[in-house]
Nanobody, 123 residues
Framework: VQLQAFGGGLVQAGGSLRLSCTAS????????MGWFRQVPGKERDFVAT????????YYADSVKGRFTISRDNAKNTVYLQMNNLKLEDTAVYYC?????????????????WGRGTLVTVSS
């Protein structure tokens, strides 16, 4: 399965961005999906996850209330709506697929990873 993330860019603090991640196969609907982020020199951190059917979502405390994960299985796509962005949200964002269906907060559970998209929040 190939995952391709889109939507990163430069945004001012307080602004919004929506990331998208599209999967290459219809089996997407059987996967739990997650978003993670990584700053150079640091570990990859959990951001949000959604179960295969979209009924359950979980968020890191740092983004709760500001970010929303959603999915459209008909389009093989998972989204991350990011509002009220802060400087500390600057990172490379990765989408990932959990073949067990989710929800999973550990990156070790995810089998397939996209290449990442850079989000830069400026002051």
């Amino acid at each position: 399965v190939q995952l391709q993330a889109f939507g990163g860019g430069l945004v001012q603090a307080g602004g919004s961005l929506r990331l998208s991640c599209t999967a290459s196969e219809r089996t997407f609907s059987t996967y739990g999906m997650g978003w993670f982020r990584q700053v150079p020199g640091k570990e990859r951190d959990f951001v949000a996850t959604i179960t295969r059917g979209g009924s359950q979502t979980y968020y890191a405390d740092s983004v709760k209330g500001r970010f929303t994960i959603s999915r459209d299985n008909a389009k093989n796509t998972v989204y991350l709506q990011m509002n009220n962005l802060k400087l500390e949200d600057t990172a490379v964002y990765y989408c990932a697929a959990d073949i067990l269906g989710g929800p999973s907060l550990s990156p070790d559970v995810y089998v397939y990873w996209g290449r990442g998209t850079l989000v830069t929040v400026s002051s």
